[in-house]
């Protein structure tokens, strides 16, 4: 019979002791490809979602849209990161005001622009908790490999996304 309380090693196979465990103490074996997550980042991970292609930041597509769109070039350094939002470094929101004075145009300008945006699908405008911000194609231009859970479910059904995908 085993004695719960004696000090135990983990050996290798040529029995040379790797770590010792006190009594009590568990020993988890992880094979390779395995990751450790914190609840945390469980969280997070759930509310995310991986799309097919990793770090893709601006897809070529993009270039076909700047030619139509003036503004968008200016408009894409602007997205944050998982959510494709268009805001400031700061995190405040980029109104039309905003978009006329970085993008050097006026408001009429902006906001034809912003209309033709919505309707090709390349930008939604959301209204949420009384404050409406523009929402960027994450099949367009996004920082990193996950979206969020909302901003994939926006565009799940986007025209860009398919001929992306049917792409890669």
């Not at 893709?56 to 968008?72: A, Q, V």
């Not at 209309?115 to 367009?140: R, S, V």
């Amino acid at each position: 019979m085993i004695n719960i309380e004696e000090k135990r090693y983990i050996i290798n196979s040529d029995l040379i002791v790797i770590d010792e465990l006190e009594p009590g103490e568990q020993y988890v074996k992880l094979s390779q490809g395995d990751r450790v997550f914190r609840k945390s980042a469980k969280d997070y991970l759930k509310n995310a979602k991986e799309i097919k292609y990793s770090f893709i930041k601006i897809n070529p597509k993009i270039y076909e849209y700047c030619r139509k769109y003036s503004i968008l070039q200016t408009l894409v350094c602007h997205i944050g990161y998982m959510d494709n939002i268009l805001q400031f470094d700061n995190g405040k929101i980029i109104t039309i005001k905003n978009m006329s004075e970085l993008c050097g145009v006026s408001n009429s300008t902006v906001r034809r622009q912003v209309q033709g945006m919505i309707a090709d699908d390349i930008l939604h405008k959301i209204k949420e908790n009384k404050t409406t911000y523009f929402m960027l194609n994450p099949w367009l231009c996004m920082r990193g490999k996950r979206i969020d859970i909302k901003t994939y479910n926006e565009f799940c059904m986007s025209d860009i996304r398919n001929k992306t995908e049917r792409i890669n």
